[in-house]
């Protein structure tokens, strides 16, 4: 299993601003996956993060909105830039073993007002 | 591409009496993984089961166990003696063998309810 740290917990943010939220795996990594959960929705992927190339966001997710990082096997961030209420979120890291589960960090709430 | 449905919104099961969770999922891999998460309202994403599509015997841990019918492509998740701790949302799961390292694909989530 993986044990992953996630931070910050919750952010109040004001609109207009960008966040930066880190995730740190206990183990290496190859592929390090980054999901939304809007309030009463399920969980939608955002992006796939690998180590040394730069991230494949899915359909209505942009590079601009959410940039990505992945300096190492171990660690990643996902920036929420230029604020609008509409990314009060769970924001949600997670990292998947081979041929295993998908591991979560404990999610990010994101308040925007 | 695969896609997963949860049919059921809310459930709702009295303390100690058994419930079941309905999902399906559609894709055209003969090889994959399916999972039943929890997310209390703590918002943890947590690991009910899991279960291998090439395993015909289904999955238990504990008081929580799987009905796989791979042909129907259904995949139903059964909490016995259900305590108020049981009380989340959860979430059907597919995950493709395919590659090494490949996303989940959620369902819409049932939020369970234990009534004491």
């Known amino acids: 299993s993986a044990v992953i740290s996630q931070k910050p917990s919750r952010d109040i943010c004001q609109r207009g601003t960008s966040l930066t939220i880190q995730c740190q795996v206990d183990?290496?990594?190859?592929?390090m996956f980054w999901y939304r959960q809007q309030p009463g929705q399920s969980l939608t992927l955002i992006a796939t993060?690998?180590?040394?190339?730069?991230?494949?966001?899915e359909s209505g997710f942009v590079i601009d909105k959410f940039p990505i990082s992945r300096p190492n096997l171990t660690f990643s961030t996902l920036t929420v830039s230029n604020m609008s209420p509409e990314d009060s979120s769970i924001y949600l890291c997670s990292v998947a073993l081979p041929r295993g589960p998908q591991h979560f960090g404990d999610g990010t709430r994101l308040s925007i007002l | 591409a695969q896609t997963v449905t949860q049919s059921q919104p809310e459930m709702s099961v009295q303390e100690a009496e058994t419930v079941t969770l309905s999902c399906t999922y559609d894709?055209?891999?003969?090889?994959?993984?399916l999972f039943w998460y929890k997310q209390p309202p703590s918002r943890q994403m947590i690991l009910v089961i899991r279960?291998?599509?090439?395993?015909?015997q289904n999955a238990t841990e504990n008081r929580f166990s799987v009905n796989f019918q791979k042909a129907a492509k259904s995949f139903s998740l059964k909490i016995s003696d259900s305590q108020l701790g049981d009380a989340a949302m959860y979430f059907c799961a597919y995950r493709s063998t395919n590659s090494g390292n490949t996303p989940l694909v959620f369902g819409k989530g049932t939020r369970l309810s234990v009534i004491a």
């Open positions: 894709t055209s891999e003969s090889d994959y993984y």
């Open positions: 993060a690998n180590q040394g190339s730069e991230a494949t966001y």
């Open positions: 279960q291998e599509a090439y395993k015909q």
């Open positions: 183990s290496q990594v190859t592929m």
